[in-house]
């Protein structure tokens, strides 16, 4: 299984920007689709954005279309969630996700593969 690490939240105004990073080592993540999500207090894990690690087949929650962007860097073995005009309610622990599946899904339950989280917090 591979292993994941985020990093890169932080505290930030409504309307900034913030760069995620997910580090993975272990197993190739060549295979894998790669997942961003988020849980807020009190709530349960949603799905941010989902694309395969080889490209393509890129999918994102409504709530954030537009303005987050998953990207990843090969050499760097490294998935990167890049956050724009960020708001209030994106206030949350993200976390960086595995899933062997061939094609992405917004199912948490479907990722086998997980990292620590990282928290994001967004002031109004």
């Known amino acids: 299984q591979v292993q994941l690490a985020e990093s890169g939240g932080g505290l930030v105004q409504a309307g900034d920007s913030l760069r995620l990073s997910c580090a993975a080592s272990?197993?190739?993540?060549?295979?894998?689709?790669m997942g961003w999500f988020r849980q807020a207090p009190g709530k349960e894990r949603e799905f941010v954005a989902a694309?395969?690690?080889?490209?393509?087949?890129?999918r994102y929650a409504d709530s954030v279309k537009g303005r987050f962007t998953i990207s990843n860097d090969n050499a760097r073995n490294t998935v990167y969630l890049q956050m724009n005009s960020l708001k209030p309610e994106d206030t949350a622990v993200y976390y960086c996700?595995?899933?062997?599946?061939?094609?992405?899904?917004?199912?948490?339950?479907?990722?086998?593969?997980w990292g620590q989280g990282t928290q994001v917090t967004v002031s109004s």
């Open positions: 996700a595995g899933s062997r599946r061939v094609v992405t899904t917004i199912r948490p339950d479907e990722y086998g593969a």
């Open positions: 272990g197993r190739t993540a060549s295979n894998y689709v």
């Open positions: 694309s395969r690690w080889s490209g393509g087949n890129t």
